[in-house]
C-alpha cells in the first residue's frame, strides 16, 4: 500500500496549489460529463455527486463513510444536497485539516482498516479514486494484490448492513500496459514505458488493479455489482480542466509553483507532479489505453 509518506508527497505538496486552482473542496477525481463535454467541470462534478448519492440511496440522516475523501467534495456535496451524515477518512494530513476548517467530519486513517469498533456501521460507503493506492508494486511483485483487495472488501462488508451499497471509482491497468521491465524514466520520452514511469513517480506506493472483473472477482465472495461504467473519456476531459486551472495566474499559486522548483531539479519524480505545465502523464496513459476507469456500484450480499 503508498505509505503516509507516499501520499502526502502526492497529496499534500499540492495541497494549497489545489485548494487556490480548483476549489476548497474541490474533487481530485475524475467528473461525469455522460458524453456532453459542453459542460462545466463543476457541473460534471456534481453530476458525478449526484450519481453517487442516488446509487446509494443517500437521504436525509443516513450515515455514510467516505474512504479517501480528499479536499471533501462529495462529503460536502451529501452534507449541503441529501441532509447526509458524513464521515471521511483520509491519509494526507494536509487535505484532512482543510476538510476540517471546511466544517467536514474527517480523520487521517487507514481507510482499510476501519472497523465498526471505530465508527460503528454505516448506511452507505464511498471510495472515490482511493483503490489506486492500496497495493504497491512490492506486493504485486509478491503476489499479494488479490488477497490486499479480498481483505479489503472483507472489512467493507462489516460496515454495512446486508443490501448496504458501496461506490467505488477507480483507474486500472488497460490492454495497452507496457511490460513492467521495460518502464523506466531513461526511455524513449514518447513512449509508453516512459509515461508510466512518471505516473509511478508521481504516484509512489501504488500499483492499479487489472480491470473491473479483477475488482468484481475479488469482491464476490461478499458483494455483488450492481452497475458498471467507464470513465475513461470523462477523465480525459477532467484532465485537460483541470490543467486549465492549474495554470490559471494567482500571484500565491505562481510562487508557491517557484518554491517547488529546486525539488524539480534535484528529484525526477517531481517531473510527475509538474504534468500540469508539459504533457499530463495521466491524460497520455488514458488516451493511449495504458489505463482505464471505471465506476462500480456493489450491493453487500
Ligand atoms: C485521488 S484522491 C481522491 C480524493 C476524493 N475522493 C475526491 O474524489 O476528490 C485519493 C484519496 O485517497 C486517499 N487514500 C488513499 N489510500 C488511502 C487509505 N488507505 N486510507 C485512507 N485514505 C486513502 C488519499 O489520501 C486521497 O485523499
Known amino acids: 500500500m503508498a505509505s503516509q509518506q507516499d501520499l502526502d508527497f502526492t497529496y499534500s505538496t499540492i495541497d494549497q496549489v489545489f485548494r487556490l486552482s480548483i476549489g476548497e473542496t474541490g474533487d481530485y477525481s475524475g467528473a461525469m460529463y455522460n458524453g456532453d463535454f459542453s459542460l462545466t467541470l463543476e457541473q460534471a462534478q456534481a453530476q458525478k455527486h449526484q450519481f453517487i448519492a442516488?446509487?446509494?440511496r443517500i437521504r436525509p440522516g443516513s450515515k455514510v463513510l467516505d474512504m479517501g475523501c480528499g479536499w471533501g467534495p462529495f462529503l460536502t456535496y451529501i452534507k449541503h444536497q441529501r441532509g447526509a451524515i458524513g464521515r471521511g477518512v483520509t491519509l494526507s494530513q494536509?487535505?484532512?485539516?482543510?476538510?476540517?476548517?471546511?466544517g467536514l467530519t474527517v480523520d487521517v486513517k487507514d481507510c482499510r482498516l476501519i472497523t465498526p469498533d471505530d465508527y460503528?456501521?454505516?448506511d452507505a460507503i464511498t471510495c472515490i479514486g482511493g483503490m489506486e493506492h492500496f497495493c504497491s508494486i512490492e506486493q504485486w511483485q509478491a503476489g499479494e494484490q488479490d488477497s490486499i483487495?479480498?481483505?479489503f472488501f472483507k472489512n467493507l462488508g462489516d460496515l454495512l448492513p446486508t443490501g448496504g451499497r458501496f461506490y467505488m471509482q477507480s483507474m486500472?491497468?488497460?490492454?495497452q500496459l507496457p511490460p513492467f521491465d521495460s518502464i523506466s524514466l531513461q526511455a524513449d520520452p514518447d513512449s509508453d514505458a516512459y509515461y508510466m514511469a512518471l505516473m509511478i513517480a508521481q504516484f509512489p506506493g501504488?500499483?492499479?488493479?487489472?480491470?473491473?472483473a479483477h475488482i468484481g472477482h475479488c469482491a464476490r465472495p461478499y458483494f455483488k455489482l450492481v452497475s458498471i461504467s467507464s470513465g475513461r473519456l470523462d477523465y480525459i476531459e477532467t484532465i485537460g480542466q483541470w490543467r486549465r486551472r492549474f495554470r490559471a495566474f494567482n500571484a500565491r499559486k505562481y510562487a508557491i509553483y517557484v518554491s517547488l522548483l529546486p525539488r524539480l531539479l534535484t528529484n525526477p519524480a517531481f517531473r510527475g507532479l509538474i504534468s500540469v505545465f508539459r504533457k499530463s502523464p495521466n491524460r497520455v496513459c488514458f488516451e493511449r489505453k495504458i489505463m482505464e476507469h471505471y465506476r462500480l456500484v456493489f450491493e453487500k450480499v
Open 206 to 212: 501504488s500499483w492499479l488493479p487489472y480491470g473491473p
Open 172 to 175: 486500472v491497468f488497460g490492454e
Open 149 to 151: 483487495y479480498a481483505n
Open 54 to 56: 442516488d446509487s446509494l
Open 120 to 122: 460503528g456501521t454505516f
Open 94 to 102: 494536509e487535505q484532512a485539516e482543510a476538510c476540517r476548517n471546511n
